[in-house]
């Protein structure tokens, strides 16, 4: 069965760097991979959505790699905030095309 | 004005007892879901509608059953409550799964003592 791996569960770093989350897949090969924001105490947000034909995807200060010979994605915030703390979750639609199923999530702490 | 709005935001209840959770969307989409976001925060599909349609029935006990009285509500109606089913319930809508991403409710926090 399909599996989504979110390979850290927590993130912290100092603002202004960089974070990189990681996204795996296995057994599957969906046409594109979706990634969302999730506040405490919120319901999760979209950000971003890349296609099996895109390798990159840029928005604001996010960046999304899509590798689908390693079944992976790569999440960047660049020159992160505090107010980029929150969990960050990687999507796929099932094999059968009817609904999206979620990682695990990472949250990701930014100290100022 | 909200996407999509549930009801209640906190739900307190037995064992035993039957609850409901509404949901509504004003975004004029086909497919509604609702999923489960456990105290590990792991957010799990539990049912699709499209167009009033069952189309995902995700390994859920029967206790539960979804309603769609239009295509713009979805309700979870939950039987013969369990402290298991204590969770987070998060109603979602969107277009076709192949033109973009889920919307989420703020989520519906069930607590069962």
């Known amino acids: 069965s399909q599996k989504i791996e979110q390979n850290s569960e927590a993130l912290n770093i100092q603002e202004g760097k960089t974070a990189t989350l990681t996204c795996n897949y296995t057994n599957y090969s969906p046409a594109y991979l979706q990634w969302y924001r999730q506040d405490p105490g919120r319901g999760p947000v979209f950000l971003l959505l890349i296609r099996e034909n895109e390798k990159e995807k840029r928005k604001e200060r996010l960046k999304v790699t899509f590798d689908t010979t390693l079944k992976q994605s790569l999440f960047h915030i660049t020159a992160s905030q505090p107010a980029d703390s929150a969990t960050y979750l990687c999507?796929?639609?099932?094999?059968?095309?009817?609904?999206?199923?979620f990682g695990k999530g990472t949250t990701l702490s930014v100290s100022s | 004005d909200t996407a999509v709005s549930q009801t209640p935001k906190y739900l307190v209840t037995q064992m035993g007892n039957d609850k409901s959770i509404k949901c509504e969307q004003n975004l004029g989409h086909d497919t509604m879901y609702w999923y489960k976001q456990d105290s590990k925060k792991f957010l799990k599909i539990m049912f699709s509608y499209n167009n009033k349609e069952l189309i995902i029935n995700e390994t859920v006990p029967n206790r539960f059953s979804p309603k769609s009285p239009d295509k713009a509500h979805l309700n979870l109606h939950i039987n013969s409550l369990e402290l298991g089913d204590s969770a987070v319930y998060f109603c979602?809508?969107?277009?076709?799964?192949?033109?973009?991403?889920?919307?989420f409710g703020e989520g519906s926090r069930l607590t069962v003592l």
């Open positions: 979602a809508s969107s277009l076709p799964l192949d033109t973009g991403e889920l919307f």
């Open positions: 999507a796929l639609r099932n094999q059968a095309g009817t609904a999206l199923i």
